[in-house]
C-alpha cells in the first residue's frame, strides 16, 4: 500500500520527498478500448527526431561511404527504445517528468540536464538547414531565412492554445510527408543497384572513422531518431497526450489564446489494488506499441530509405561537396532522372521536414527547463508562462548565433549530438 511520510527523507511508497512535496495519492486512470486514442507522442519523437539523422547526417554518410554505416541506426534506436520506455515507465505511474524524478534525489540534477538540453540546441542547425534547402527551390539568404523560421516557430508556440496539441497536428502532418516522399523516392529514385546492395547494411558493417571522423559517427548514432533531451521529454509529451497518472497533470496554454490552467501539482501515485495493477498492464502495453509502432519503426524506415536514395543519385561523385550542399546535387540528380517536380518535392519535403523538427526542439528544450524551474525553485509562477519566456529566449540566442555567422549546418548539427550523445550517456545511468 502507498504510504504517507512527515519528516524530511520521507517517502510516498518509493518517492524520496526531502526536496519536493508529497505526491497525492489518486486511482489510476482508466486506459483506453484501442491504442489509435493514445497515438501521438511517438509520431512527435518520430517527427521531431526525424531531421538531422535522417536527412542531413545518415544521407551524408551514405552519400561519402555508402550503406556501411546505416547499422548503427538500428542499434541508435534499439538503445533509445529501451531508455523511452524506462521514461515513460515513471511518468505512467507518477505523472511526474524524469528530470522531476531525477530532482527528488538532487534538487539540481533536473537543471544540469535542462542547461545541457540548451547547450545542444542553442546551435540552430535545423533550421538553417531547413532554409538552406528552401535557397535550392526559390534563392535568398540563409541566415535571414532562418532568423524568419525562428521568429514563427516562436509565434506558433506562442499562439497555439494547448501546444501540446499544435506539436502533435504538426509533426503527423510531417510524417505523412516524409511517408509520401519515401513511396514515390522507392518507385520512380532508387535504382535497382541500390536495392541490390541493401544487403551491405548487414554483410559489410563498420566504422569508417577514418573517412568521416570520430565526431560526425557519433553524432550520427546519438540522433538516430531522437539523441539528448528528446529522450528525457517523452514523459512530458506523454503526460500533456493524458497517459497514465499524466491525466491528471495540466497542460502548457498559451498566455493569449489559452484557457486558464489548472493548479499544478508534483505528482501522484496509485494504491497497487488489483484493479489498479491491471489497469496498470493494459497501460504499460499500449505505451510499448504506441513507441514501437511509430518512433521506431517510421525512423528507422526514413533512415533507410533516405540513405538509399542518396546512395543510389551521389555517392562516389567525385564533386561531391562534404557539407549539406550534398543536398542541392542530389536534388538535382533525382530532377534529372525523374523529373524536375521531384527535385523540387524533394527540397520541398525536407525544408517543411527540417521546420517542423525546429518547432519541436524549441518545443522541448523551453518545455523541459520549465517544467524543472516550476517544480524545483519558482513554485508560485505558472508553468505556461515559464515555458514562453524561455522559447523567445531561445528564439533570440539562436537568431544573435545567425547574426554572429554561425550558419553551417553540419558543424552546428554535429557540436549538438555531441553534446546530446555525451548527455545521454549521464541521464542513462
Known amino acids: ?171 503527423m502532418l510531417k510524417v505523412a510527408a516524409v511517408l509520401l516522399l519515401l513511396i514515390v523516392g522507392s518507385v520512380f529514385a532508387i535504382s535497382a543497384d541500390a536495392w541490390a546492395d541493401l544487403p551491405q547494411v548487414i554483410t559489410n558493417p563498420r566504422i569508417p572513422a577514418a573517412e568521416l571522423g570520430f565526431a560526425l559517427l557519433l553524432g550520427a548514432l546519438a540522433f538516430a531518431g531522437a539523441g539528448g533531451g528528446q529522450n528525457l521529454c517523452q514523459s512530458n509529451w506523454i503526460r500533456d497526450k493524458g497517459f497514465g497518472m499524466g491525466r491528471y497533470v495540466p497542460r502548457i496554454v498559451s498566455p493569449i489564446t489559452g484557457h486558464p490552467e489548472a493548479a499544478p501539482s508534483t505528482g501522484f501515485v496509485f494504491e497497487p489494488t488489483e484493479e489498479n495493477l491491471g489497469r496498470w498492464r493494459s497501460w504499460w502495453k499500449f505505451a510499448n506499441r504506441e513507441q514501437l509502432s511509430t518512433f521506431v519503426l517510421i525512423t528507422f524506415l526514413s533512415i533507410v530509405f533516405m540513405s538509399l536514395l542518396a546512395y543510389s543519385t551521389v555517392y562516389g561523385r567525385p564533386d561531391l561537396p562534404d557539407d549539406i550542399g550534398f543536398l542541392q546535387i542530389e536534388g538535382e540528380v533525382l530532377a534529372a532522372a525523374v523529373g524536375g517536380w521531384f527535385g523540387a518535392f524533394f527540397w520541398f519535403i525536407g525544408a517543411f521536414s527540417l521546420f517542423a523538427a525546429a518547432l519541436g526542439i524549441v518545443d522541448y528544450t523551453s518545455r523541459l527547463a520549465a517544467d524543472v524551474i516550476k517544480t524545483s525553485y519558482l513554485h508560485d509562477a505558472k508553468e505556461s508562462t515559464i515555458y514562453f519566456v524561455l522559447v523567445w529566449g531561445l528564439v533570440l540566442i539562436g537568431c544573435v548565433i545567425l547574426l554572429a555567422g554561425f550558419d553551417q549546418p553540419i558543424v552546428l548539427l554535429v557540436i549538438s549530438a555531441c553534446v546530446g550523445g555525451t548527455m545521454m550517456a549521464i541521464y542513462s545511468a
Open 1 to 171: 500500500m502507498a504510504t504517507r511520510g512527515d519528516g524530511r527523507g520521507a517517502t510516498v511508497g518509493h518517492f524520496p520527498t526531502k526536496h519536493l512535496a508529497h505526491p497525492e495519492v489518486r486511482p489510476l486512470p482508466e486506459p483506453p478500448r484501442s491504442m489509435w486514442r493514445i497515438i501521438g507522442p511517438g509520431v512527435i519523437a518520430a517527427g521531431v527526431g526525424m531531421a538531422s539523422g535522417e536527412f542531413i547526417l545518415y544521407p551524408y554518410i551514405a552519400s561519402q561511404v555508402g550503406l556501411v554505416f546505416v547499422w548503427a541506426a538500428l542499434v541508435g534506436l534499439a538503445t533509445q527504445y529501451f531508455i523511452n520506455m524506462e521514461i515513460e515507465r515513471y511518468t505512467l505511474a507518477t505523472g511526474e517528468t524524469a528530470l522531476t524524478g531525477f530532482s527528488r534525489f538532487w534538487r539540481h540534477w533536473g537543471l544540469v540536464f535542462a542547461i545541457m538540453t540548451y547547450f545542444a540546441n542553442l546551435w540552430p542547425g535545423w533550421v538553417t538547414s531547413s532554409a538552406t534547402l528552401v535557397t535550392y527551390l526559390w534563392g535568398g539568404n540563409v541566415t535571414w531565412i532562418a532568423i524568419g523560421m525562428l521568429l514563427a516557430i516562436a509565434l506558433i508556440l506562442t499562439l497555439a492554445p494547448v501546444v501540446y496539441v499544435a506539436l502533435e497536428k504538426a509533426q
